[in-house]
């Protein structure tokens, strides 16, 4: 590791991708992720690699389609309405089980909504935002230091399993700056992609096809069933979690982003109380770490979801309880923050509760 | 820990003021965030930052509790003064700033930094005034790290300006 840097969350996601081997960006400029077309319209014409300013979100992800397509590590970056235009590509591209990042820096909606941060796009990054039964492996990281760690990642794991791979973060974490350590040498997955990629041949083989199209019942169904089994060898393989201070707790909090390091300083606070406070922050939301919060289900008082949306995560912590306990909300939405007072009283009344 | 918020007109050198705080902290070995208000208030000409310095890791980079806040308008001061701790340090601007804190159970240092900057032959000093008053109140970062920050940060160009500066800091340290 080399000398800690101070840097602002959308440099060192475009930084990250540079290390991790992607000289392919395409992007459309939106608050509060533009800093990271910045950069790479800086950095990429230095090394030579490709920017794109696209005329629009949607030919930007149809971009990096085509790149993606030919087998090289491509990005693209924007913000919640923007990535609502870019949902169709998105389809496609799970379609066509094409490896690409989309970096998802959240603000607030619906419609063009404020500029201010959220985690009102959970539904649409975990849930599929387009059609068809897909799912993108969905990184949350906390800081700007884990931003690096989950970037590099998202590229390793989408040229491992063909698939997008979207890392997505409230407006906060694009616009902070704090230290980053990067790594003198990234461990870059060498996957040989010339079994599928459109990548030019000289005519010495059979023509690769990249499409999401199959217009037979069956031959549909059975790329589909394909697509499933490497769903579930993602859920095997890749689901990460931070389980903080939860063996014993009367209470676990749960949240992620942003909002979870809030929640470390309410534990912090609860603690003068005497209330002892867990926190599960899921890191990938999907795969979502369903067992950790059955591990704990039996033996807190209760389970306490905060977000920055009026409650979207919170439907997959309810289906990870099963029904074993209870699961309250708070949320704030419009660009407002959890407070760490606001979030203290709800623990507060859930750990009042008779067991 | 130490908290600081710092608020005022968009252009005065705000953000700035945040990051050479952070980087001074980053110099001293200690744990650092740094984050901007980019919101609609930006638009309005109003800027604000939190800046955390700690020995500890930096839980949520959101500010409930200031243990200082630098303000170099009006408004900033009635929309953070209550975000102060009790104890807790205001810094403020006294030639914008004309209404003093409601506040009694905090340290207030009202410093002419503008006019003063003026008088040092740079208007952007005002803010550097500002967190010299900062560092010796509160400690966060020791003066050298402060200027070791400052040649990290500032292009060459205006090294030159550095020494200058560090007598703002003095002269904001001492007022």
């Known amino acids: ?355 | 820990m130490q908290q600081v918020i710092l608020a005022g007109f968009g252009g005065q050198g705000i953000l700035s003021m945040g990051k050479f705080i952070a980087y001074s902290g980053l110099e001293e070995g200690k744990n650092v965030s740094w984050l901007p208000s980019y919101g609609p208030e930006m638009r309005g000409g109003t800027a604000n930052c939190n800046v955390i310095v700690a020995e500890e890791e930096v839980g949520s980079p959101i500010i409930s509790k200031a243990s200082a806040l630098i303000v170099m308008n009006q408004p900033s001061l009635e929309k953070f003064e209550d975000y102060v701790e009790e104890g807790g340090v205001i810094i403020l601007d006294s030639s914008l700033v004309p209404v003093m804190p409601k506040r009694k159970d905090v340290k207030v240092f009202a410093i002419p930094a503008t006019t003063k900057a003026y008088e040092f032959g740079n208007a952007t000093f005002a803010g550097i005034i500002l967190l010299g008053k900062l560092i010796e109140e509160t400690k966060i970062v020791a003066p050298e790290n402060f200027e070791k920050a400052l040649y990290k940060i500032l292009p060459p160009k205006k090294h030159g300006l550095i020494p200058a500066e560090m007598e703002a800091l003095k002269f904001g340290a001492e007022f």
């Open chain 1, 1 to 355: 590791m080399g000398e800690k840097l101070l840097m602002k969350g959308n440099e060192v996601i475009a930084e990250a991708a540079l290390r991790a081997g992607c000289r392919h960006y395409f992007g459309y400029p939106i608050t509060p992720q533009t800093e990271v077309a910045h950069y790479m319209a800086k950095k990429m014409e230095q090394i030579g690699g490709v920017f794109v300013q696209a005329e629009s979100e949607v030919a930007a992800i149809n971009m990096v389609y085509g790149a993606a397509s030919a087998g090289v590590r491509a990005m693209t970056s924007s913000s919640s309405p923007g990535i609502s235009l870019k949902q169709e590509g998105i389809s496609y591209s799970a379609g066509a089980e094409l490896p690409m990042v989309i970096i998802d820096i959240v603000r607030c909606g619906p419609g063009l909504g404020g500029i201010l941060p959220a985690q009102c796009d959970y539904f649409q990054m975990v849930k599929g935002g387009g059609h068809g039964d897909y799912n993108l492996t969905v990184l949350a990281p906390c800081s700007v230091q884990e931003m690096y760690e989950v970037v590099v990642g998202a590229f390793n794991i989408a040229d491992r399993y063909r698939t997008p791979v979207v890392v997505m973060g409230d407006g906060y974490l694009g616009q902070m700056m704090e230290a980053v350590e990067f790594r003198d040498e990234e461990p870059i997955a060498k996957i040989d992609k010339s079994s599928w990629a459109a990548c030019g041949h000289k005519m010495e083989r059979e023509h690769n096809t990249i499409t999401s199209i199959y217009i037979e019942a069956d031959v549909l169904e059975a790329h589909n069933n394909k697509l499933q089994a490497k769903y579930r060898e993602i859920e095997k393989n890749e689901t990460r979690v931070e389980e903080f201070n939860c063996e014993g707790a009367d209470v676990i909090v749960t949240a992620y982003g942003t909002v979870a390091r809030i929640v470390k300083n309410v534990i912090k606070d609860a603690e003068k109380e005497g209330i002892k406070v867990g926190l599960i922050r899921p890191i990938t939301l999907w795969p979502f770490p369903s067992e950790s919060y059955a591990k704990y289900a039996d033996k807190v008082k209760g389970f306490l979801c905060v977000e920055m949306s009026t409650g979207q995560m919170v439907e997959d912590v309810r289906l990870a309880v099963n029904g074993r306990n209870t699961v309250d909300f708070y949320g704030r939405t419009g660009g407002n923050v959890p407070s760490q007072s606001a979030i203290l009283e709800e623990v507060r009344k859930i750990a009042a509760k008779k067991k």
